[in-house]
């Protein structure tokens, strides 16, 4: 099966642009997640969705960051504006039901997004 | 909070030799744990997994057990190949769901032949 497929895998902006991302997820996949992973950490999740509803979006910042997924399937992540802090591989990954983690197959990870802000 | 403190790295073996890497937890009930692999250039994946205490997750060689007591869950492998380098992240979960998934900060192991 296709995997999670993200793009761009690289970008740069300055500090104040705006950037997107874009993610989609395995077919048939219910659940779609964005995680954060500075640079010497772990992936941090800041938002999940079941369908086109949100699930958690308690860890995302949201004066500068939102997330869509209108159908249900693609998803797109914006930060407007960017800070330095923001530097970061952006992570996209889907599973078929959130109750997942017991089950032999859960998260799929796409293999992301490096946003350096400059 | 829940936590996971991981043996920082790099880390960086000979083929064939023994690997452990430490990861220890801090939760307040009964979580479950995890290890994923970072090979280069591609997604994070699920290595192995352990849902209650004692139990032992294995896969492709690579073995953690899960210690309520010392409240660690310690990557083994006995025998490392080229193909192993990468980075392993020890990740917890107090519930069935993603959003409660907590990672670790990550240990890049490269094996040299």
């Known amino acids: 099966e296709a995997g999670v497929a993200q793009s761009p895998r690289y970008k740069i902006i300055e500090k104040r642009q705006s950037v997107a991302f874009w993610c989609n997820p395995i077919?048939?996949?219910?659940?779609l997640y964005w995680y954060q992973q500075i640079l010497g950490q772990g992936p941090k999740l800041l938002i999940q969705?079941?369908?086109?509803?949100?699930?958690?979006d308690s860890q995302l910042p949201k004066d500068r960051f939102s997330a869509e997924r209108l159908k249900g399937v693609d998803s797109t992540l914006k930060i407007q504006p960017a800070k330095l802090e923001d530097s970061a591989v952006y992570l996209c990954?889907?599973?078929?039901?959130?109750?997942?983690?017991?089950?032999?197959?859960?998260?799929?990870f796409g293999n992301g997004t490096r946003l350096t802000v400059t | 909070g829940d936590s996971v403190t991981q043996m920082e790295g790099p880390v960086t073996l000979s083929e064939e030799a023994f690997l452990t890497i430490n990861c220890t937890y801090t939760?307040?009930?009964?979580?479950?744990l995890f290890w994923y692999v970072q090979y280069p250039g591609e997604g994070l994946q699920l290595l192995l997994k352990?849902?209650?205490?004692?139990d032992k997750g294995s896969n492709k060689g690579f073995e953690a057990t899960y210690r309520k007591e010392t409240t660690s869950f310690h990557l083994e492998k006995g025998s490392v190949q080229v193909s192993d380098s990468a980075v392993y992240f020890c990740?917890?979960?107090?519930?069935?769901?993603?959003?409660?998934?907590?990672f670790g900060t990550g240990t890049r192991l490269t094996v040299i032949p």
């Open positions: 939760a307040t009930g009964y979580p479950s």
């Open positions: 077919s048939g996949h219910a659940t």
């Open positions: 990954a889907s599973s078929l039901d959130p109750q997942t983690l017991l089950y032999n197959s859960p998260l799929h």
């Open positions: 352990a849902t209650k205490a004692d």
């Open positions: 969705f079941q369908n086109n509803g949100v699930v958690d």
């Open positions: 990740a917890l979960s107090e519930g069935s769901g993603a959003n409660n998934l907590f």
